[in-house]
């Protein structure tokens, strides 16, 4: 049991994830957080800018314009992955039953954020944890063209990981010798950032 929750605990954990998979583990919990409904859980906003900042002072052996293209197309498939799961399963998601790696509660947040932004959900939704795995899917349930979700996929995606990524890049560059001393404050701060719009979601959808 130890061991299984050893292994869950450094799945979610950024950091573990980087010095242990590197490039192409970075590159799968990017993808499984954009497309599979099991990967809400996963840390996405400050794991990309790890990524970028990592790179930037050598502890990533890739240089930042391949990490910066592969995330990008991890992105891009991960949300074609979501939304041909919601196009396939339609209505019939909303009646599956809980588990531990699936809520309805969180496919009716991501439809509400999607019903109030439209098809701009799937660009600004990007920043916000699991509407950035539920968006995709509930994209293909109302059955949304899908040259009009490539087009939003990708313009989303490129504005998620750019940002991201290149500002912990350009961070690390500016101040490597600082870094180390306060990565766990930057960490912090990264996930706080990253959880104020659900957080802010929440407490609005109990004020009404």
């Given amino acids: 049991m130890n ?10 954990d950024a950091q573990q994830i980087i010095h242990q998979g590197g490039f ?8 499984a957080e954009t497309g599979l409904f099991f990967g809400f859980f996963l840390p996405g906003d400050y794991l990309l800018f790890l990524a970028g900042l990592f790179v930037a002072t050598g502890k990533i052996d890739t240089d930042i314009t391949t990490m910066v293209i592969g995330l990008i197309l991890a992105a891009i498939a991960g949300n074609y992955v979501g939304y ?10 909303f009646k599956k039953e809980d588990s531990f ?5 969180y496919i009716r947040m991501a439809e509400e954020y999607y019903n109030k932004q439209g098809s701009f959900a799937l660009i600004m939704g990007r920043f916000v944890p699991i509407v950035r795995t539920f968006a995709p899917i509930i994209a293909g349930v109302v059955k949304l063209p899908l040259k009009r979700f490539t087009f939003y996929n990708i313009i989303g995606a490129v504005l998620w990981i750019t940002s991201l990524t290149l500002l912990g890049y350009f961070l690390g560059i500016k101040f490597e010798k600082q870094i180390n001393e ?19 979601s929440y407490l609005k959808s109990k004020s009404i």
């Fill in 3 to 12: 061991e299984i929750w050893q292994t869950i605990t450094n799945l979610v």
């Fill in 182 to 200: 306060y990565l766990s404050y930057i960490i912090i701060g990264i996930i706080v950032i990253a959880s104020f719009p659900l957080i802010w």
């Fill in 101 to 105: 790696f699936f809520k309805k509660k």
């Fill in 84 to 93: 041909y799961f919601g196009y396939k399963t339609g209505p019939l998601l």
């Fill in 24 to 31: 192409y583990l970075i590159l799968f919990v990017v993808f």
